[in-house]
């Protein structure tokens, strides 16, 4: 009887966030490197169910950094990286579109859809279905100036890599409406019908920002954004974050990580989440917990 009494407490420690959080539009980026162990797939396909039930509009944005460099590696094709952003000239851009809005896209889709009831469907887009997300060729030079890690001696032209222009919201709308959850691969297109490898980070946080979501939540595969130490960080202002690029406390896939949470903070999204992908059901524990776990990223003054 105890046990259940305690089960009983423990679901009504989420009724005031399912009271608040009814309704409103969370935005999870489903790191590469979280999605590699099957249970914790599992883990993450339930806690995405969970939330829609509940009645929160998940929207998933995916990334597939080790699934790509696994497959270019198959092609004889290199892996290079710069700023944590992948150099993807034009053959290295062909294998990217396939593997992530093929391959990684729809094996999440299959997963939820396989633990999803009656109700709910995951359906898979890349940023060109639906008109989802205008892209154009991402200014590195500026890009890596803004980020205080400028270094005029490195090859600065990325190639296919791009950054968002604007979110067309109305495909995810239509979703919502009826009942699908999207999932949605980071490649982006211009007016000429170039594609562009966009990281998943800014990806999320355009497609929160456009949504005016609560929450934009980045699945990782560490505990969470670290000090100088080594100490995860529960709570950071969004104005400390570039002199941590500058110390060199935050290097490679955390530094588009951080931009993008800051952009989607800057663009009216309530809370920004840096969360461990491996701790099964992390995005409930954010949000149901009164701990919270991983680093919380807010607005500075
Ligand atoms: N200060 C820091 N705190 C925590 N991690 C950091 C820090 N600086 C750099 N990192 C690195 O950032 C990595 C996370 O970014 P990464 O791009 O590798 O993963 P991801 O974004 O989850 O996956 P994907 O890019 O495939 O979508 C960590 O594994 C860690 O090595
Ligand atoms: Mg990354």
């Given amino acids: 009887m105890e046990r259940l009494i305690e089960k009983a407490e423990i679901l ?17 980026k489903y790191g590469g490197n979280a999605m590699a162990k099957n249970d914790l797939r599992v883990a993450f396909a339930q806690d995405i169910l969970m939330l829609k039930y509940l009645g929160i509009n998940p929207v998933i944005v995916h990334g597939g950094g080790p699934q790509i460099g696994e497959y270019l590696k198959k092609m004889g094709l290199e892996s290079r990286f710069i700023g944590g952003l992948r150099v993807t000239p034009k053959e290295t851009m062909d294998v990217v579109e396939m593997v ?14 396989r633990y999803a009831g009656g109700h709910v469907r995951a359906v898979g887009l890349t940023g060109k279905d639906g008109g989802l997300i205008r892209a154009k060729k991402l200014d ?6 803004e980020m205080g890690n400028f270094r005029p001696t490195e ?46 980070d800014f990806v999320a946080s355009s497609v929160a920002g456009a949504l005016k979501a609560e929450k934009v939540m980045f699945l990782t ?12 960080i529960s709570s950071l ?11 060199g406390v935050i290097t490679g896939g955390m530094i588009p990580k951080v931009k993008a949470a800051v952009e989607a903070l800057e663009n009216g999204v309530k809370k920004a989440h840096i969360l461990d992908g ?7 524990l954010e949000i149901f917990t009164t701990e919270g776990v991983g ?5 500075g003054e």
């Fill in 221 to 232: 595969d560490i505990e969470g954004l670290k000090d100088s130490e080594g100490n995860v």
């Fill in 155 to 200: 090859l600065l032209d990325l190639g296919h890599v791009g950054e968002v222009e604007y979110v067309d919201t109305q495909i995810l709308k239509h979703l919502e409406e009826d009942n699908y959850i999207p999932v949605i691969a980071p490649v982006g297109f211009d007016g000429d019908g170039n594609a562009y490898n966009i990281n998943a």
């Fill in 237 to 247: 202002r969004t104005e400390d974050i570039v002199k941590m690029i500058e110390n």
């Fill in 140 to 145: 590195a030079e500026e890009y890596f100036r």
């Fill in 295 to 299: 680093t919380e990223i807010v607005k």
């Fill in 12 to 28: 009504m420690e989420a009724l005031p966030y399912i009271t608040k959080f009814r309704g409103k539009t969370f935005v999870v």
């Fill in 100 to 113: 992530l809005g093929g391959l990684v896209n729809k094996s999440i889709v299959m997963l939820i859809n």
């Fill in 278 to 284: 491996r701790i099964p059901h992390c995005i409930l």
